[in-house]
C-alpha cells in the first residue's frame, strides 16, 4: 500500500538529514504511508534472514550529488531481528511491531499495526479496495517507487545507502476506511 500527501517543502524540510532537502515534483514534496510485505531478504546481501511486514512513514530525499532516496520517519516491523539487525547497521528508525496484512476477499486488502513495549501508542488500521493494474505509471508513481536509496544520519554523518529490491508491481486501490 503507497497512500501519498503532498505537502509544501519548507513545512517538512528540517525533519531532512543535513546535506539534504525534500525532493520535489511539480512544487511539492509528498509524505508517505507504505505497508509491504517482503517475502525474503538478505542482510548485506548474502545472510538470509527471512520474510516480514513492514508499515513506514517516509519522506522523499535528494543530496547535493543527485542521489534520490527516503527519509524514514518511523518503520514498524514484525521481526524482532530483523528490526535488531537493521537499527545497528545503517541507523533507521525500526520499532518491533504487531503488523497484519492481508487480502479480504478479491480486490480487498487490510492492515493494521500496533507498537510493543517499550515505544507503545502508535497504531494504524486500513482498508482497500484494489483496482486496475496501470498500464504506466504516471510521473508521481514513478516519483514516489523508483527509489534506490535512503538517507539517514548516523555517529553525525549524513549517508545515502543503497536499496536493493525489485520494482514494485503497481495497482491502483482506493481506500474503504
Known amino acids: 500500500m503507497f497512500l501519498h500527501w503532498p505537502v509544501e517543502a519548507g513545512r517538512v524540510a528540517h525533519l531532512f538529514p543535513p546535506g539534504t532537502r525534500p525532493d520535489v515534483l511539480d512544487g511539492a514534496t509528498y509524505v508517505g504511508l507504505v505497508a509491504f510485505r517482503a517475502e525474503f531478504t538478505r542482510?548485506?546481501?548474502?545472510?538470509?534472514?527471512?520474510?516480514?511486514?513492514?508499515?513506514?512513514?517516509?519522506?522523499?530525499?535528494?543530496?547535493?550529488?543527485?542521489?534520490?532516496?527516503?527519509?524514514?520517519?518511523?518503520?514498524?516491523?514484525?521481526?524482532?531481528?530483523?528490526?535488531?539487525?537493521?537499527?545497528?547497521?545503517?541507523?533507521?528508525?525500526?520499532?518491533?511491531?504487531?503488523?497484519?496484512?492481508?487480502?479480504?476477499?478479491?480486490?480487498?486488502?487490510?492492515?493494521?499495526?500496533?507498537?510493543r513495549a517499550p515505544q507503545r501508542g502508535a497504531w494504524a488500521r486500513w482498508s482497500l479496495r484494489v483496482e486496475e493494474r496501470p498500464v504506466r505509471p504516471t510521473p508521481l508513481e514513478r516519483f514516489v517507487t523508483a527509489r534506490w536509496g535512503l538517507h539517514t544520519r548516523r555517529a553525525g554523518l549524513t549517508h545515502w545507502v543503497r536499496v536493493f529490491h525489485e520494482p514494485w508491481t503497481l495497482h491502483r486501490a482506493r481506500t474503504l476506511s
Open 43 to 115: 542482510v548485506l546481501g548474502v545472510v538470509p534472514v527471512g520474510a516480514f511486514s513492514e508499515v513506514n512513514v517516509r519522506l522523499y530525499s535528494i543530496d547535493g550529488h543527485g542521489r534520490r532516496g527516503v527519509v524514514f520517519l518511523s518503520m514498524d516491523a514484525d521481526s524482532l531481528h530483523s528490526v535488531v539487525a537493521a537499527r545497528a547497521l545503517p541507523g533507521v528508525p525500526y520499532m518491533w511491531s504487531d503488523i497484519g496484512l492481508r487480502q479480504d476477499g478479491p480486490g480487498r486488502c487490510a492492515g493494521a499495526v500496533r507498537r
